[in-house]
């Protein structure tokens, strides 16, 4: 194995039968056999190597850590893998199996027989008759609706208007019951392929998810760990950096009263040990400490923040404060938007059907919207 005086690698071996590039990490000692790496990258991996000023760590995470499958048994030997089979494939790469997922799909569209019982297919297979049935009535109806809507002035126009409204009604039953069997049809074949598909996405997403948090926890957890190591390192080099201040700052003393002294001036040096010299503090370097984890090829993880309402009545009051300080021509500062609440608009109406208008609620209007009904 190739050494390397990296931070983060320490040797490096590539087979170039196989395409595989065994990197050992330093500190943990761990060797990691890397797959479908080309001869192209390992030769610009080498050239970097013998930059003196090129980073070999920041070349693997940039070109190797994320781009290429670890083999799963990472304890076998570079060796392991020299030793010749029979028939070599090379597997298939990340970007072959992309161009083949790119492909058209040469399965034909799926028909209604394919997605419902034959004989709701049947049903709702269209027919020129059903078509033309349809067509005429929406064509009806929408003519209706494009005739100018009539002034109310007397009883004439009044009858008129009503009798406007239950051809419209009477129209629209009609095309309705036409229509709604298909609708009714549809909408079963519909439930039933999203039943089907819920039935697999929704335990897929639960356990996704729970999984997802167990590696939040646990990279949390490591990067915890790597803070809190960071830190005492950190701490200690200060320390250390202190102690050896004071180290310079007594020597650079004695330098100085063993002048006094040779220059027979016995009161500076009786004042140079009431005030020191102080030697000037150097700057401290802390190495950067890795979380112990590193994430699998073809994964990343990006923020996703999100918001859940602990306390209604806190934020209702918080949204009240900002509203008070507005109104006052003051800037509401860090109070809650009122775009937080949503007025719960099915309730009001329940409010505003049980109390009609004897009872009356700051900020809230109950109106009374006939429904009109009429006999066919």
């Known amino acids: 194995m190739i050494t390397c005086e990296s931070t983060l690698i320490s040797g490096y071996e590539y087979n170039d039968q196989n395409w595989v590039l065994s990197l050992k990490f330093r500190g943990t000692g761990e060797v990691r056999h890397y797959q479908d790496v080309s001869p192209e990258i390992f030769d610009d991996l080498k050239r970097v190597d013998a930059d003196p000023n090129g980073s070999v760590g920041r070349f693997c995470n940039a070109n190797i850590f994320k781009k290429f499958n670890v083999l799963t048994d990472s304890s076998i030997p570079i060796e392991a893998y020299e030793q010749p089979v029979e028939e070599p494939k090379r597997p298939a790469t990340l970007v072959e199996l992309r161009q083949q997922l790119a492909q058209p799909d040469p399965s034909p569209e799926p028909q209604l027989g394919d997605v419902m019982p034959p004989e709701q297919a049947a049903d709702l ?37 009503q009798t406007h409204v239950n051809d419209l009604k009477r129209e629209s039953k009609v095309f309705v019951d036409l229509v709604d069997p298909f609708v009714k049809i549809a909408h079963k074949a519909y439930k039933e392929q999203f039943d089907k598909k819920a039935a697999v996405e929704k335990p897929v997403k639960e356990v996704i998810d729970r999984l997802n948090r167990l590696l939040n926890n646990f990279e949390a957890e490591r990067e915890r760990i790597a803070r809190e190591a960071a830190e005492a390192a950190r701490r200690q080099a200060e320390e250390e950096e202190e102690a050896e201040r004071r180290r310079r700052s007594e020597e650079l003393t004695l330098a100085a009263v063993d002048d006094k002294l040779a220059d027979g001036d016995q009161e500076g040096a009786e004042m140079l040990f009431t005030t020191p010299i102080e030697a000037p503090r150097m700057p401290v370097y802390t190495p950067r400490v890795e979380p112990g984890f590193q994430s699998v090829a073809g994964t990343s993880k990006r923020p996703s923040w999100s918001g859940t309402v602990t306390d209604i009545e806190e934020l209702i009051l918080d949204v009240a404060e900002g509203i ?53």
């Open 125 to 161: 297979a269209p027919t020129s008759k059903k078509m033309d049935a349809v067509d005429k009535l929406a064509a009806r109806v929408q003519e209706m609706l494009a005739k100018p809507l009539p002034e109310i002035k007397d009883q004439a126009s009044y009858e008129l208007v």
């Open 324 to 376: 008070k300080l507005k109104r006052e021509g003051k800037d509401p500062g860090g109070h809650a938007p009122s775009t937080f609440l949503a007025p719960a608009q099915t309730a009001i109406n329940a409010q505003a059907k049980a109390s009609r208008d004897t009872k009356v609620f700051p900020g809230i209007r109950f109106e009374n919207n006939p429904i009109r009904s009429s006999r066919s």
